[in-house]
């Protein structure tokens, strides 16, 4: 290939691979091309549109403490200089930028949205994190909330040994506050109790936060009167704010997908592939398959969003060992069902003193933590952005959330047992009257979720074999094994961009992203 002709094919179009390519083409002359399996953009950050509303798969805050990629953003979408729908209708104003797009004119445009996150519990809410507030009392009761004192002051004390996510949860909030909050939901979301998973996941979602930044945040949010989209010294977990694309996740890789094709760049859908040909520790070319016949497309650099469960396998020409194929093989993953509801109304009112429309609740997403039933956490998508709802003033758009593993017995169920199922749990716990559904959906998204137990605790290994193929870079949620926000996502692609540009073989700063200081929940 001449040197001028230099290529890199990307594997996966999701917020990884397309940051790759878009990287590219603005600071190098290496030539993109994006193959991905589905005919979907965005990857987990999708957005799935059903009869004129539409989902955002997991739910996407656009929030970082890097600036780089909060520029990033906002250069593909600009902030909104007028009130969206949902301000104009509660005739409410909100400090906006003067010379943004007006939403209710223009699509390609970052609202600025509340950030409201609950917990239900004992059927009432519970703010999260969790607030010293007197309604969080009320609602544990007087014995929970003794026990919960004294259990967070124990915990203070006597620390455990964090090698589990039970003793990191426990360390932070005493034991009483993780067996109500925490144990059940996680296990819930990952499949296995808190004590078999590595507390490497606690580190990377929630390392800075503990009842003590709780306590800390709300002294300083009352004598603060300043919010900021960027919010850098506030936890993850803590920000109150955030911008989202008018039509949700989707619109911006969309929109991304679209510029990296006007500047020349490929993004080829329903195309998959299934072998990377390796000559000399170098990816020479990939084989895709694309509607029953294959094809070979030569590179210079190979960028792999996929599965390494998935990657291993597909390499060739290139001495596999045997315990790097059983431990790619045996890498666990946690999968992903969403049933979207269209309903008259809910039956739970805003009681909070955020003024609503309707008096709906103002939740983006509440967290179920109820024993009794399956559901995980429940989306409102009218909050996250009045636009993903067709008839918003009239109707609210729910997205039911469902923890599974590919081949059990909810992955399998039939889609309208499962609907059914979903539809009566939420019923079951008051949040819905079955009689006021008037559309439903179900979404199936394999490998969302990297798990951290089995043979995780080995992938250091893979990782060290992988290191020897000069030019294939690992990047992304799965292209990592690693449960990475969207934009760490963004920020292993833009570190192996800086590779190639650099060339430069080291790594390490790929790996880095969201392990270092820096990338953490906390940023000083």
Same mark, same amino acid.
């Given at each position: @290939?001449?040197?001028?002709?230099?290529?890199?094919?990307?594997?996966?179009?999701?917020?990884?691979?397309?940051?790759?390519?878009?990287? /590219?083409?603005?600071?190098?002359?290496?030539?993109?091309?994006? +193959?991905?399996?589905?005919?979907?953009?965005?990857?987990?950050?999708?957005?799935?549109?059903?009869?004129?509303? *539409?989902?955002?798969?997991?739910?996407? *805050?656009?929030?970082?403490?890097?600036?780089?990629?909060?520029?990033?953003?906002?250069?593909?979408?600009?902030?909104?200089?007028?009130?969206?729908?949902?301000?104009?209708?509660?005739?409410?104003?909100?400090?906006?930028?003067?010379?943004?797009?007006?939403?209710?004119?223009?699509?390609?445009?970052?609202?600025?949205?509340? %950030?409201?996150?609950?917990?239900?519990?004992? *059927?009432?809410?519970?703010?999260?994190?969790?607030?010293?507030?007197?309604?969080?009392?009320?609602? @544990?009761?007087?014995?929970?909330?003794?026990?919960?004192?004294?259990?967070?002051?124990?915990?203070?004390?006597?620390? *455990?040994?964090?090698?589990?996510?039970?003793?990191?949860?426990?360390?932070?909030?005493?034991?009483?506050?993780?067996?109500?909050?925490?144990?059940?939901?996680?296990?819930?979301?990952?499949?296995?109790?808190?004590?078999?998973?590595?507390?490497?996941?606690?580190?990377?979602?929630?390392?800075?936060?503990?009842?003590?930044?709780?306590?800390?945040?709300?002294?300083?949010?009352?004598?603060?009167?300043?919010? $900021?989209?960027?919010?850098?010294?506030?936890?993850? $977990? /803590?920000?109150?704010?955030?911008?989202?694309?008018?039509?949700?996740?989707?619109?911006?890789?969309?929109?991304?997908?679209?510029?990296?094709?006007?500047?020349?760049?490929?993004?080829?859908?329903?195309?998959?592939?299934? %072998?990377?040909?390796?000559?000399?520790?170098?990816?020479?070319?990939?084989?895709?398959?694309?509607?029953?016949?294959?094809?070979?497309?030569? +590179?210079?650099?190979?960028?792999?969003?996929?599965?390494?469960?998935?990657?291993?396998?597909?390499? $060739?020409?290139?001495?596999?060992?045997?315990?790097?194929?059983?431990?790619?093989?045996?890498?666990?993953? %946690?999968?992903?069902?969403?049933?979207?509801?269209?309903?008259?109304?809910?039956?739970?009112?805003?009681?909070?003193?955020?003024?609503?429309?309707?008096?709906?609740?103002?939740?983006?997403?509440?967290?179920?933590?109820?024993?009794?039933?399956?559901?995980?956490?429940?989306?409102?998508?009218?909050?996250?952005?009045?636009?993903?709802?067709?008839?918003?003033?009239?109707?609210?758009?729910?997205?039911?959330?469902?923890?599974?593993?590919?081949?059990?017995?909810?992955?399998?169920?039939?889609?309208?047992?499962?609907?059914?199922?979903?539809?009566?749990?939420?019923?079951?716990?008051?949040?819905?009257?079955?009689?006021?559904?008037?559309?439903?959906?179900?979404?199936?998204?394999?490998?969302?979720?990297?798990?951290?137990?089995?043979?995780?605790?080995?992938?250091?290994?893979?990782?060290?074999?992988?290191?020897?193929?000069?030019?294939?870079? +690992?990047?992304?949620?799965?292209?990592?094994?690693?449960?990475?926000?969207?934009?760490?996502?963004?920020?292993?692609?833009?570190?192996?961009?800086? +590779?190639?540009?650099?060339?430069?073989?080291?790594?390490?700063?790929?790996?880095?992203?969201?392990?270092?200081?820096?990338?953490?929940?906390?940023?000083?």
């Amino acid at each position: @290939m001449e040197e001028m002709k230099r290529q890199a094919v990307i594997i996966g179009a999701g917020p990884a691979g397309l940051t790759a390519a878009y990287e /590219l083409l603005e600071k190098s002359d290496v030539h993109p091309v994006v +193959c991905e399996e589905t005919e979907e953009i965005g990857g987990i950050s999708k957005t799935v549109q059903y009869k004129g509303n *539409r989902i955002d798969i997991g739910g996407h *805050r656009f929030f970082s403490k890097s600036d780089i990629v909060m520029q990033w953003w906002q250069k593909m979408m600009p902030i909104q200089g007028k009130e969206a729908k949902d301000d104009l209708l509660l005739h409410t104003k909100k400090p906006i930028p003067t010379l943004g797009p007006n939403p209710e004119k223009e699509d390609r445009v970052m609202l600025i949205r509340q %950030r409201v996150s609950r917990i239900f519990y004992l *059927r009432n809410f519970f703010e999260y994190p969790i607030s010293l507030k007197f309604e969080t009392f009320r609602n @544990m009761g007087l014995w929970r909330t003794v026990k919960a004192g004294t259990g967070y002051v124990w915990s203070t004390v006597f620390k *455990r040994k964090e090698d589990s996510l039970e003793n990191f949860y426990i360390n932070r909030f005493g034991q009483p506050l993780y067996k109500m909050f925490f144990e059940d939901y996680t296990e819930k979301v990952w499949g296995i109790h808190p004590s078999k998973l590595g507390a490497d996941w606690g580190a990377q979602r929630v390392k800075g936060l503990s009842l003590l930044k709780v306590v800390t945040h709300v002294i300083k949010k009352a004598f603060s009167s300043k919010q $900021s989209i960027e919010q850098k010294e506030a936890e993850t $977990s /803590l920000i109150e704010q955030f911008i989202y694309p008018k039509l949700g996740p989707g619109q911006l890789w969309e929109t991304v997908a679209s510029e990296i094709q006007e500047k020349g760049g490929e993004v080829l859908k329903q195309n998959k592939v299934t %072998r990377i040909q390796i000559e000399n520790n170098q990816v020479i070319a990939v084989d895709v398959e694309h509607e029953g016949k294959t094809q070979t497309i030569p +590179c210079n650099y190979l960028f792999s969003s996929m599965p390494i469960k998935d990657l291993i396998p597909a390499l $060739s020409g290139i001495d596999v060992p045997e315990e790097i194929k059983q431990i790619a093989q045996g890498l666990p993953y %946690r999968d992903f069902i969403t049933v979207g509801l269209l309903v008259d109304k809910l039956k739970i009112k805003n009681k909070t003193k955020i003024k609503t429309y309707q008096e709906r609740v103002p939740d983006t997403w509440i967290y179920i933590q109820e024993r009794d039933v399956k559901i995980g956490r429940l989306q409102i998508f009218n909050n996250w952005s009045p636009y993903m709802v067709a008839d918003y003033e009239n109707k609210m758009w729910i997205g039911l959330e469902y923890f599974c593993t590919e081949g059990d017995e909810m992955w399998n169920m039939p889609k309208d047992d499962f609907i059914k199922m979903a539809i009566s749990e939420l019923e079951k716990i008051d949040i819905i009257d079955s009689k006021d559904v008037r559309e439903s959906v179900e979404i199936k998204v394999k490998k969302a979720y990297p798990s951290y137990f089995g043979s995780y605790y080995q992938l250091d290994k893979v990782i060290n074999f992988l290191a020897k193929i000069d030019n294939l870079y +690992c990047i992304g949620r799965n292209g990592q094994h690693r449960y990475n926000n969207m934009d760490h996502s963004m920020l292993t692609a833009i570190e192996a961009v800086n +590779c190639v540009i650099g060339k430069n073989t080291d790594k390490s700063a790929i790996w880095n992203v969201n392990t270092e200081e820096e990338y953490h929940e906390t940023k000083k």
